[in-house]
């Protein structure tokens, strides 16, 4: 807690904070004594997606559920919520000159790299079209942007453990988007000295997520009693990060001058195996069988993300290994399991 003395009454507005990263970093500021604001939509990957038709997908029902109750959440803390269109250029200026943050964390984007690759135009306009009006409307009053990137920006990782300043050679929509977004960011520093981070995440999981990335597919299928899939041998290293080190880590970049002007890896710091992901699921899920699909050709190579710069200028200190952060998830999945059985009848 020491580590986050100066957020006390520091305005934060969070864009597309209604989703899983932002509604529980809103929710942890709040605790902290900052004064955070969500800005969203709430289509994209949100309320507006699973209600409106759009979509066939079979687990809307479940989605909608947690959704509505990351928005009770934010209501019962009192954390503000403007919902607005952040495509619209004239309502986020508007919106943003209302609050007038102390800094601002740019989230609002498609979350998920398939989804990207199938539909390009959807992926650029929410989430390019929305970070330029974010850094226009922020130019002349000069707020600190936290802009979260992925490691997909990277490419194929090589070495041990990639760092910051290794070449990055994305694969497909979503990787390229992302590292020209940072490109973006960056011209705003050097032409209008806008102050930013940079934030390279990696396979987040935790509650209340509906991206239904692998640990989360994993969990779902296993509470409906399903085999669990996994695209390849399994032997894929991903730098899996729970929700909570990374709110930890957005914290400090907006705590820290050292943080100014800087881009960051934020995860736990060491890959796993997506096997070992899947063996702890098997043993607290017993008799479940395991499937093996083809591996997505689209899906680099990836591995450990080196997190001694964060540690080093920020103080980062991950609290969450695997067996830590994903029993923790798989017990609230089993809770609401057991208090929403229709959500997974299917």
């Avoid at 209604?18 to 990957?45: C, R």
Wanted: with cysteine.
């Amino acid at each position: 807690m020491d580590k986050f003395t100066n957020l006390k009454g520091k305005r934060i507005a969070i864009i597309g904070g209604a989703g899983f990263i932002g509604h529980n970093l809103a929710l942890k500021l709040k605790s902290l004594g900052a004064e955070p604001h969500v800005v969203d939509g709430l289509q994209v990957n949100n309320l507006g997606y699973y209600t409106s038709g759009y979509t066939t997908d079979p687990n809307a029902e479940r989605y909608i559920s947690f959704i509505n109750e990351r928005l009770n959440l934010l209501r019962q803390n009192e954390v503000g919520l403007h919902i607005i269109d952040v495509r619209d250029y004239h309502l986020i200026s508007h919106t943003l000159n209302s609050i007038k943050p102390d800094a601002i964390v740019h989230l609002a984007a498609i979350a998920h790299a398939n989804r990207s690759n199938k539909d390009p135009f959807s992926t650029f306009d929410h989430s390019m079209r929305t970070l330029e009006n974010v850094l226009d409307a922020s130019k002349s009053s000069g707020t600190h942007v936290i802009y979260f990137s992925s490691s997909m920006v990277y490419g194929n990782f090589e070495g041990n453990a990639v760092t910051e300043d290794r070449q990055c050679n994305p694969l497909g929509i979503y990787g390229a988007l992302k590292y020209g977004a940072e490109k973006l960011v960056i011209a705003y520093n050097q032409v209008f000295g806008l102050p930013y981070t940079i934030i390279r995440p990696s396979a987040l999981y935790g509650e209340r997520c509906v991206s239904r990335r692998v640990g989360q597919a994993f969990i779902e299928n296993a509470l409906m009693g399903r085999p669990l899939t996994i695209n390849g041998d399994g032997t894929d290293g991903l730098d899996f990060t729970y929700i909570d080190d990374l709110a930890q880590g957005v914290i400090l970049t907006i705590s820290k001058e050292e943080a100014i002007n800087e881009t960051f890896n934020i995860t736990f710091g060491s890959a796993r195996q997506i096997n070992q992901m899947a063996e702890i699921v098997l043993s607290e899920f017993p008799g479940l069988k395991l499937m093996r699909n083809p591996r997505d050709g689209l899906m680099p190579e990836r591995g450990t993300l080196s997190i001694d710069k964060a540690k080093q200028l920020l103080g980062y200190a991950p609290e969450y290994p695997l067996e830590r952060g994903f029993i923790q998830y798989i017990k609230w999945y089993k809770d609401f399991a057991e208090h929403n059985p229709k959500l997974f009848s299917g």
